[in-house]
């Protein structure tokens, strides 16, 4: 008789359904935790991975007996023996982002596997990796294209100084956090090149995360120049949304399988089996992409730094902006800081100008742009310059407006504003994608006379068109680069010098490296000095030093660089501190701001988000879960503030409300949520009446926006 072993194993199901952790089955073989096999779940065949058991100090109860075999259990159907197993400090990765984003373990892991692994039998996945295996042999070529080597670059004394103390920190401690605070333009990524010199010379691997798709090719082809040819070639992959099924299970098996030195990607790539990861670099830590916004809402910055620990790594966060959450853990000495203030080539930061907007004569639309700024631009233009004016608001204009009798051009189906789209003649919705063409007429008096109101990037371009009639004007934003390489070829066409003017959103005014570039114009930043989401002015100081770093990259014309900013505030200590490109002064008085009014970092929150057909069914869900929150925290320390819609509150015909829980420790908001949330799950279930019914919810720890 066959002796049958009990083995635990995650599969993808739901929160909702109740199981969060590890199911039993049984196996003829022992199978190695981290292994890849199929199982039974009800009627189903589904994918599951073979689950470490529990370490015992993590469970306060006691370990109910193992039941009496083979009772009820079910046998797994196949192990996928190809697949060498994860392993348990992946495992425990998952675990813990599971356990801390309130999700389960089965939906972590499997969501974060490359979807084709669920898909591939054993011995299809066997001919994948051994395809790949020879593909990659030692004298083959590397995956990315090679530019052809060229010579590298002296570090600065900066960057000398830098690398001096990160090496001095890796020998004091076994996985530094470090906070590389470094100027625009100050050389951070030369900063990451030798350190993952460093680590891949002591044959281990690095992870290089950046915030967004459009920024890899850039930092692929800095990492294959350096590393991709002889003496000793590396072998780069990168993994992001943006790749094939088949690009990303071949990317994610030669990092799986060590064939693959260094990985680059999106915050998915978090996630990436590495066993000999040495480096984890997370370039513009700061940025909010860095926040999964579905499913597991996980901040990959923040799973880098646990994963450092877990993996004895040194973690490398960049940025010329860092966190608030992070630059306070450097004041704390948890981080390290490690500060480059200069830009490369002594090159000067450019010059922050702002335009008091009260001071111009009140014209009517020529408003948008300030007289100075034109002149300002076309004194580029001359120089045969380039220049950058962003706007964050795509389309011609947010709305159209009957002045006789006051339709606007709202949204059926959401709070919101329909955008004026000129180029299609269209309005638009942005967040139900509800299209209609422009009425001729005022739909509600007849009105031939409907106006545009305010201005988007589309408007914007056009005024500039106007008023530098010799310019060539180009816009990039979502709207422009809709098709599949167009933002590419626009760039390009930026960087071939074929642009006089670019426009557009923020979308251009982060990470990318213009070199011909001497004024950046911010034209209506200030909404986000009054915003109620406590992180706008956060967002708004990254935003409006990021883009200045995009002027001036050339140390040749960085001492005629500029930044001007229209304000209707000029006197705002945002403007102030930007004006002295003072982070520092910038992130003492916002921590102050947060610490008088409890927020985080001196306080942790979690989000609880409820959509329902009616406004009243969301908030009774919201006050019900609170009262049962309330009574449950047993404590007066986790306040659960009154529901509150979102800041849009209809979408689609959905109403969405939400409703924040603060408690003073990570510990206690964690142990609060673990013993509410599946109460949550059954008060949802009792709520079956058509006028109480919850479409979704969700909680989001740690939340970005509020
Ligand atoms: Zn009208
Ligand atoms: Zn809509």
Known sequence: MVDLQQVRIVVDAPQHSGLTGPLDYTSEHPLAPGSLVRVPLGRRDVAGLVWPAVQPDSTPDALPAAPALPITLRAVQQVVRSLPPLSPRWCELVSFTAAYYQRSIGEVALSVLPPELRKLDDAQLRRRIDRLRRALLPDSLPEVALPGLRGVPAASAEQAQVLAQLDALRTAQQSPVVLLH????????????????????????????????????????????????????????????????AQRLRHWLAAHLGLADLVLGT????????????????????????????????????????????????????????????????????????AMPSRIGSGALPRVRLVDMNQLPRSGSSQALSPQLVAALQQRIERGEQSLVFLNRRGYAPVLHCGACGWKSACPHCSAWRVFHKLDRSLRCHHCGFTQAVPRACPDCGNTDIAPIGRGTERLEEQLAQVLPEARVARIDADSTRLKGSLQAQLGAVHAGEVDVLVGTQMIAKGHDFRRITLVAA??????????????????????????????????????????????????????????????????????????????????????????RSATAARDFLRAASEIGTASAGSAVVAFYPPVPASVARVANVERMQMLIEAPSRVMLQRVLAGWLPQLHALRNERRGADERILRWAVDVDPLAI
């Open 182 to 245: 470094g100027a625009t333009g100050s050389g951070k990524t030369e900063v990451y090149l030798r350190a993952a010199e460093q680590v891949l010379a002591a044959g281990r691997q690095v992870l290089v995360l950046v915030p967004e798709i459009n920024l890899t090719p850039q930092l692929e082809a800095r990492f294959a120049e350096r590393f991709g040819a002889a003496p000793t070639p590396r072998r780069i992959v990168s993994l992001h949304s943006g790749l094939t099924p």
């Open 267 to 338: 915050r998915l790539a978090v996630f990436a089996s590495l066993p000999r990861l040495g480096l984890i670099v997370v370039d513009e830590e700061h940025d909010p992409s860095y926040k999964q916004q579905e499913g597991a809402r996980y901040s990959a910055r923040d799973l880098a730094v646990y994963r450092g620990r877990l993996e004895q790594a040194t973690v490398l966060l960049g940025s010329a902006t860092p966190s608030l959450e992070s630059w306070q853990r450097a004041e704390e000495g948890r981080y390290t800081r490690l």
């Open 523 to 612: 034209v209506n930043p200030d909404s986000a000095l009054f915003s109620s989401d406590f992180r706008a002015p956060e967002r708004l100081f990254a935003l409006l030093l990021q883009a200045a770093g995009r002027a001036g990259r050339d140390a040749a014309q960085a001492a005629r660089s500029e930044m001007w900013v229209q304000t209707w505030h000029p006197q705002h200590a945002l403007y102030a501190a930007l004006r002295r490109h003072d982070f520092a002064a910038f992130a003492a008085s916002q921590l102050a701001e947060r610490e008088m009014a409890g927020l985080p970092p001196y306080s942790h929150l979690a989000l609880l988000r409820a959509e329902a």
